[in-house]
């Protein structure tokens, strides 16, 4: 097992990354405050791995809500039901909430905890590979609204976050390559040599080779912490490079209804629309995007729109994104693989370019 902290001062935490965690109960019960515990699931995950949580807490009055699988479920309608079940069964300050599987139960756990009485304690136990590397460190959690992702939300730290390597072997290919596009954003971001590593090894990723994927989500996790550790709460704008090839993801997402596209497949397709864009503006070599297209294109991941989606439809979508300041967009672009800068210093026209070339219009 691996452990580092997420350097946060007295809101620091541990992530713990291993095989079989879910069968120890020691990770689990170092952070477990009051002498109850709330586990919130989806109908995917809990089958799988409910039951072995459980078996660790039975020294604690424990209760568990399993709702539908899906980005469309993330949604303040599902929150509403969350509320309900955590005040019907008269959970209180000394409940911790567990979100047990993927980014869309942590992201409404972790909502739920920070704002259920003011604040409770949540663990994360991620169950798939793009919430171990991405959406269960950090702290960002909340709810979609049909107009923009993740619009209604809190910065809420967990108390730890335990990353069972085991959980990966259930998941789809799909699923699998979905994670492995916010595996490679970090080596586009702010770490060359993790990216060249990612170019050697693709293949055992793909094949789910334990060391492989250990040290993937080590490393990923690794850059994560330095970085929220940086700007916790996104203010200098070095936290908002984390979201290369969102703001088009995100975009994505809310025209298809967040349900046709995973998240790391939208993400995908938007680091490849802002590397076209940075080469537009003369940042990016050539080489280099050729490089990022093949990597992604290794790992199974789409490189294009939706079809049918227009580029007004991307330009109307992207408006409201939470890097919007004073009414200009701002994007994550690249001016070398390893070196991402946070940027409204491009012309519309050349944006509007890309969205075309990638819409096929």
């Known amino acids: 097992m691996i452990t580092f902290e997420v350097e946060l001062g007295e809101r620091s935490y541990p992530i713990y990354i291993g095989a079989g965690l879910l069968a120890q109960s020691r990770c689990l019960e170092d952070h477990l405050h009051g002498s109850s515990v709330f586990i919130l699931s989806n109908d995917k995950v809990a089958p799988l791995y409910l039951d072995a949580v459980k078996q660790h807490l039975g020294a604690y009055r424990c209760k568990h809500l399993v709702l539908p699988d899906g980005e469309s479920c993330k949604s303040l309608e599902?929150?509403?039901?969350?509320?309900s079940a955590l005040l019907e069964n008269r959970c209180d300050r000394d409940t911790t909430l567990?979100?047990?599987?993927?980014?869309?139960?942590?992201?409404?756990?972790?909502?739920?905890?920070?704002?259920?009485?003011?604040?409770?304690?949540?663990?994360?136990?991620?169950?798939?590979?793009?919430?171990?590397?991405?959406?269960?460190?950090?702290?960002?959690?909340?709810?979609?609204?049909?107009?923009?992702?993740?619009?209604?939300?809190?910065?809420?730290?967990?108390?730890?976050?335990?990353?069972?390597?085991?959980?990966?072997?259930?998941?789809?290919?799909?699923?699998?390559?979905?994670?492995?596009?916010?595996?490679?954003?970090?080596?586009?971001?702010?770490?060359?040599?993790?990216?060249?590593?990612?170019?050697?090894?693709?293949?055992?990723?793909?094949?789910?080779?334990?060391?492989?994927?250990?040290?993937a989500v080590h490393r990923s996790c690794k850059n994560k912490a330095v970085v929220v550790a940086e700007d916790e709460l996104e203010k200098s704008g070095t936290r908002a490079l984390l979201n290369y090839g969102h703001t088009f993801g995100h975009a994505i997402e809310t025209c298809t209804g967040y349900a046709d596209w995973l998240h790391g497949e939208a993400v995908a397709c938007g680091m490849l629309m802002a590397a076209r864009l940075s080469v537009r503006?003369?940042?990016?070599?050539?080489?280099?995007?050729?490089?990022?297209?093949?990597?992604?294109?290794?790992?199974?991941?789409?490189?294009?729109?939706?079809e049918g989606m227009r580029p007004e439809q991307f330009l109307e979508r992207m408006a409201v994104d939470k890097k919007t300041r004073a009414g200009r967009l701002h994007l994550v672009l690249l001016r070398g693989i390893g070196q991402a800068v946070l940027t409204a210093d491009f012309p519309a026209s050349k944006l509007k370019d890309v969205l075309q070339e990638f819409c096929g219009a």
Request: aromatic share 8%; proline share 5%; with cysteine.
């Open 78 to 83: 599902t929150m509403h039901r969350v509320y």
């Open 98 to 215: 567990l979100a047990l599987g993927g980014g869309v139960i942590g992201d409404i756990t972790g909502f739920a905890a920070a704002t259920y009485m003011r604040g409770v304690p949540f663990i994360q136990v991620p169950t798939t590979l793009l919430a171990q590397v991405d959406s269960s460190v950090g702290g960002k959690t909340g709810v979609n609204h049909p107009l923009g992702k993740n619009m209604i939300g809190a910065f809420y730290q967990p108390q730890c976050v335990i990353a069972d390597l085991d959980t990966l072997n259930t998941l789809d290919d799909r699923e699998l390559s979905a994670g492995i596009a916010e595996i490679i954003k970090y080596g586009l971001i702010r770490d060359a040599g993790f990216f060249d590593w990612l170019e050697q090894n693709i293949d055992r990723l793909l094949s789910r080779d334990p060391q492989a994927l250990g040290q």
């Open 281 to 306: 503006l003369g940042w990016l070599d050539e080489a280099d995007r050729l490089r990022i297209e093949r990597l992604l294109g290794k790992a199974r991941l789409p490189a294009r729109a939706p």
